[in-house]
């Protein structure tokens, strides 16, 4: 079965700092990969997600996360963050087989100050 | 192009009542999900659909059901509401299970 553990369960930073929330996943067969964001009183939206490809993954709002798959790991980062990117964070999994669901992990919240 | 839309937004309801949850979604999406969320548990999946006329079980189906009889819709129900079951309630659907997931806004679900 699959599992996704977020590391962090809260990341105070301060506004134009890097940021990296850690997200490592166990899984005994390929995976597909999401990070997505939640503003206060709002669903989720997807903010990235990898399937194939290229390990480094581009996404909305300037984060970008990197699929190792020697240390199962999908670590969201963005090289400076504003205020307006204080949300909590969800990285999920999948496997291709049908009738699954995501496994989701149980969320990093971000805070960002000046 | 609305997406997913949840029905009621909030609701409050006194232990033992029955009410359902309308998710409605215009994107043709064959699977459907309800989760619910809690402080500090991330989003537990309660039941999910992978096409009309299916349902299974997720990680926390105790004390709710659910029906697809329209591709378009997915029902939860809640037959005898208990304290425990306070909590955010969100839709989701999706082409596959491998594909990204469409959320709604949530329904805010109180049991006194």
């Known amino acids: 079965a699959q599992s996704v553990t977020q590391l962090d369960s809260q990341v105070p930073v301060f506004e134009e700092a890097p940021v990296e929330l850690r997200c490592n996943y166990s899984s005994s067969v390929s995976v597909y990969l999401f990070w997505y964001v939640q503003y206060p009183n709002q669903g989720l939206q997807l903010l990235l997600k990898?399937?194939?490809?290229?390990?480094l993954v581009k996404g909305i709002n300037g984060f970008e996360a990197e699929f190792n798959k020697s240390q199962t790991s999908f670590h969201l980062r963005k090289p400076s963050v504003h205020i307006s990117d204080t949300a909590e964070y969800f990285c999920a999994v999948s496997i291709n087989q049908a009738g699954t669901a995501l496994i989701f992990g149980k969320g990093t919240t971000l805070s960002v100050s000046s | 192009n609305a997406g997913v839309t949840q029905t009621p937004k909030f609701r409050v309801l006194k232990t033992g009542q029955s009410m359902t949850l309308l998710c409605a979604q215009d994107m043709n999406h064959e699977y459907m999900y309800w989760y619910r969320q809690d402080p500090g548990m991330g989003l537990r999946l309660i039941h999910y659909s992978v096409g009309e006329g299916t349902t299974a079980k997720g990680e926390v189906p105790d004390g709710y059901n659910v029906s697809r009889l329209k591709k378009q819709n997915f029902l939860l129900g809640l037959e005898s509401a208990a304290p425990s079951q306070t909590s955010v309630y969100f839709c989701?659907?999706?082409?596959?299970?491998?594909?990204?997931?469409?959320f709604g806004d949530g329904t805010r679900l109180s049991i006194l």
């Open positions: 989701a659907s999706s082409y596959h299970s491998n594909q990204p997931q469409h």
């Open positions: 990898y399937l194939s490809g290229s390990t």
